[in-house]
């Protein structure tokens, strides 16, 4: 890659690294998402420019060469070649092979990133007029009174009180609008930065266009997703300045844009209220004043205001491309269902997310026991341990502008005792392990793939009315406190042993969880469409599992190097965070690198997918598929992979 191609990609990694936490850390998803995009336009050319450059460069040098050798006029090259036919013949001839070879290979890495690009570019969901209409009839059946002008302009003004609120670092006035994980989310991220030093400022706050672009319904609730379109100027200051000083400074940021899907439940049913504009702020339910507290009951009434019940609630703040996927069919869901009618995978879906935020929270503070009330026993010994060992080394494990990028239950698994569900996560974080203490300087951006495993015993029931309010005790539904006892403090109930509601088992990479012998066969079901490795971040997420696989046995060689930004340059994903990667601590990687047997054939599966994106397997490819298949001990299922997919 030329410098000019690299100096231009870092400074756009480094222009989007600074656009820092806006709400949500949505920014790093949708961040990391436009970087990349610049990137993969800006190693487009550099990939052009590559080849131009060594393209004319070896010819120029060759010619010289040449022409220093003799300084023959043109028609003395003439009669040169003329009298030495077989020499002419020579020179065509490899010339000819060296095309090939160049055809070959280099024709399939262009048209490898000419598919991937256009999946790049691919417009997000068109969503035609006829179905908003009729997503507006269908919520219209049950709630005559609902119309969607009022319903974006209501989601708008949420959006930038959830905007001022961030800003401020106090979300209590929002509190009521939103479920308990996007409520725990915005508080850890807060706390993050606040761990950090930083607090993050936002101005001129605008929003450009809000659209309906989905309806999911089940019998639990009704899901609305709308996305918005908004700028802002956005940066993080260090936490002591002075509020004139930030905004001084915030104010000379360029208003960066910003594509969001927030998505919106509520109880089928509910009916439209007629809310006045001082009306925010109210119980959802009987109208009183709502102070906000924590606990998300209303004083006056004892309602749960966001439950769903009343009104919509904020579920989920995610990246454009992943929201609206359709939910399919859950293995094991219909079998739970017969037990459990009112089971809902949104709500069991918030209460993954609400898990995944206390767990990076516990991680980053080094306090395991902040999971004490929503994961088992065992789960937090294990992290226990995990955080005593680094803290043996003076390290702690640091996760900075978290994202997550979708939340999606996988499948179910209903033992005789316990109940099992599998939660994949797509998330990002700037990520490492660092000296505890200490800022935690540069750290790469790593997508990451987890299954959540939540466990409940069997028989336990959905308790309905609590709905998107996940964050409460299942026996007695007193919100969870911040303690770290395993029990209620309202009414004494054990609440890590999935007696009442779903706790958190285990939480590991998507491979590591496929290579169960339970999981393979779910994985093989919903085996990932070829979508999968169309996505940008995916892409980048193996290119980062090939890092931790050639890092996992020690030094990583001149070779292997050249495989990865080979692989790099073809997928159109930059090098740059994986170089920084592999230069940070090794602990980083631990958990990513693909197990051998059924887990790495999971990869070895999507890699196999990647190479035929193009519909062809060139040598390099192929080269690189059969070196991962060898370290994972996979060599004789490579040629099946390849003949399934289409190529012998
Ligand atoms: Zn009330
Ligand atoms: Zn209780």
Redesign the pocket.
């Known amino acids: 890659m030329p410098r000019r191609g690299r100096l231009l990609i870092l400074i756009l990694l480094v222009v989007g690294g600074g656009a820092a936490a806006r709400v949500g850390g949505g920014q790093h998803y949708s961040g990391s998402h436009s970087s990349s995009s610049h990137s993969s336009s800006s190693s487009r050319g550099s990939s052009g420019g590559s080849w131009g450059g060594s393209h004319s460069g070896s010819y120029s040098g060759n010619y010289g060469g040449y022409s220093g050798g003799g300084s023959a006029s043109d028609l003395g090259w003439a009669l040169f070649f003329v009298s030495h036919p077989l020499f002419t013949l020579a020179l065509i001839i490899v010339a000819y092979v060296l095309w090939r070879a160049f055809v070959r290979s280099f024709g399939s890495l262009a048209s490898t990133q000419r598919v991937l690009e256009q999946a790049d570019a691919r417009p997000i969901q068109a969503v035609s007029a006829r179905d908003v209409t009729a997503w507006v009839d269908a919520l219209q059946r049950r709630d005559p009174r609902f119309d969607l002008v009022g319903f974006l302009d209501q989601a708008k003004a949420l959006f930038l009180r959830v905007q001022a609120a961030w800003s401020a670092g106090a979300l209590s006035p929002v509190r009521a609008d939103l479920s308990d994980a996007t409520f725990r989310r915005l508080n850890v991220q807060l706390a993050l930065l606040r761990l950090q030093g930083v607090r993050n400022v936002t101005a001129d706050v605008a929003v450009l266009g809000l659209e309906a672009v989905g309806l999911e319904q089940t019998s639990a609730f009704d899901t609305l997703h709308v996305r918005v379109r908004a700028q802002a100027r956005d940066l993080d200051v260090p936490a002591a300045m002075p509020p004139q000083e930030a905004q001084s400074r915030v104010s000379r940021v360029a208003a960066e844009p910003f594509v969001e899907v927030w998505s919106f439940v509520r109880r089928p049913g509910v009916q439209t209220k007629q809310r006045g504009p001082n009306e925010t702020g109210r119980c959802p339910n009987c109208g009183a004043p709502f102070d906000g507290g924590a606990a998300g009951n209303c004083t006056y009434c004892g309602a749960i205001v966001n439950s769903g019940s009343y009104d919509w609630v904020l579920a989920e703040i995610t990246q454009q491309s992943e929201a609206g996927a359709a939910p399919g069919n859950v293995p094991g869901l219909e079998a739970l269902r017969a037990t459990d009618p009112a089971l809902s995978l949104e709500v069991l879906e918030d209460r993954a997310s609400l898990v995944f935020w206390t767990w990076v929270d516990a991680q980053s503070r080094t306090r395991p026991g902040a999971l004490a009330k929503v994961a088992t026993a065992p789960f937090v010994s294990e992290l226990q341990a995990d955080v005593e060992a680094l803290r043996a080394r003076g390290r702690s494990r640091a996760f900075l502008q978290c994202a997550v990028g979708s939340v999606d239950v996988q499948a179910f698994d209903l033992g005789p005792d316990t109940t099992h569900a599998a939660v994949e996560i797509r998330w990002s974080a700037r990520m490492g392990v660092v000296a505890s203490g200490s800022a935690p300087g540069g750290l790469p951006v790593i997508p990451q793939r987890w299954v959540f495993t939540l466990e409940r015993k069997a028989g336990v029931r959905t308790d309905a009315d609590r709905g998107m309010a996940t964050a409460r005790?299942g026996?007695?539904g007193?919100p969870l406190t911040d303690s770290l006892e395993p029990t209620?403090e309202?009414?004494g109930?054990a609440l890590n042993d999935g007696g009442h509601d779903w706790v958190l088992a285990q939480a590991e990479p998507y491979e590591i969880w496929a290579a169960r012998p339970r999981a393979v066969a779910t994985a093989a079901a919903r085996a990932p469409a070829q979508d999968a490795v169309l996505d940008m971040r995916e892409r980048q997420r193996m290119l980062f599992l090939m890092a931790a696989m050639a890092r996992a046995d020690g030094q990583v060689d001149d070779k292997e190097l050249r495989m990865l930004k080979l692989c790099a340059e073809r997928w159109g994903v930059p090098f740059e965070a994986v170089e920084q990667a592999l230069r940070a601590d090794p602990a980083v990687f631990e958990r990513m690198v693909p197990p051998p047997g059924p887990g790495g054939e999971t990869f070895l599966r999507s890699l196999v997918q990647m190479a035929l994106v193009d519909g062809k397997v060139d040598r390099q490819e192929r080269r690189m598929l059969e070196a991962t298949a060898a370290r994972l001990g996979l060599t004789e299922r490579l040629p099946e992979l390849l003949s399934r997919f289409g190529l012998g």
């Open positions: 005790c026996n007695c007193a209620c309202h009414c109930a």
